[in-house]
């Protein structure tokens, strides 16, 4: 099956400090996402995008879906921000069925 | 929109004992919904795939006689974790794909997630 790897592991940020966060995927996808997950655990959708570039406020996210990468750029970053981000995808034939990244674990401090 | 809950929050048991999970779409049907487990610090992997009216279909090492599904209605999506041991213990999540608007994004909304502790 398809991998998905993200980069860094963790990263620690000053408030006010940009970040980008990096997803790598085998296997052709038709099916990117960006998620979030705050401390409580609870997923929140950030981004669909299998391609092309998309912003949200402070959130800006870009595939390259034939170099088989995402990026999401967190601006301004904010102790808000804090939690686990995960980008996952799908294959096409695979029944919408999402793979999950490893997860990039981000710490906002004041 | 795109709410999808999750009952319980959070649930204690005895080993041996059978725990029911239930998944809500709220303001949306769902023609398939998506079980997840996450243990801590890790990623979330995918056990099931459950959809309406049909039987569900496991993911590879997950015991279909241990994790029962059943998807019996459009909004309506359950888990029960039977004869549950420690090692069952962990973060369920589910999901739900949109069957209208899914055909043009096939975006998935995730519920709070289910922390089930077997003592």
């Known amino acids: 099956g398809i991998q998905v790897e993200q980069s860094p592991p963790d990263l620690i940020l000053q408030e006010g400090a940009n970040s980008t966060l990096r997803c790598n995927f085998s296997?052709?996808?038709?099916?990117l996402q960006w998620f979030h997950q705050n401390p409580w655990g609870q997923l929140i959708n950030l981004f669909y995008?299998?391609?092309g570039t998309k912003q949200n406020g402070r959130l800006s996210a870009t595939t390259v879906a034939t170099e088989r990468y995402s990026l999401l750029y967190i601006s301004s970053s904010q102790t808000t921000d804090s939690g686990v981000y995960f980008c996952?995808?799908?294959?096409?034939?695979?029944?919408?069925?999402?793979?999950f990244g490893t997860g990039t674990r981000l710490q906002v401090t004041l | 929109g795109a709410v999808v809950s999750q009952h319980p929050s959070r649930v204690i048991c005895k080993s041996g004992t059978s725990v029911k999970i239930e998944c809500r779409s709220l303001d949306f049907q769902a023609t398939t919904m998506f079980w997840y487990r996450q243990f801590p610090k890790q990623s979330l992997m995918l056990m099931a795939t459950s959809n309406e009216g049909s039987k569900a279909t496991y993911e590879q090492g997950v015991e279909k006689d241990k994790f029962l599904i059943n998807h019996a209605s459009l909004t309506l999506s359950t888990l029960t974790v039977t004869s549950a041991h420690p090692e069952d213990s962990s973060f369920y999540i589910c999901?739900?794909?949109?069957?209208?608007?899914?055909?043009?994004?096939?975006?998935?909304?995730f519920g709070p997630g289910t922390r089930l502790t077997v003592l």
């Open positions: 996952a995808a799908t294959v096409a034939g695979t029944a919408s069925k999402l793979t």
């Open positions: 296997d052709s996808v038709n099916n």
């Open positions: 999901s739900a794909r949109d069957a209208q608007i899914g055909v043009y994004t096939d975006t998935q909304y």
């Open positions: 995008i299998p391609s």
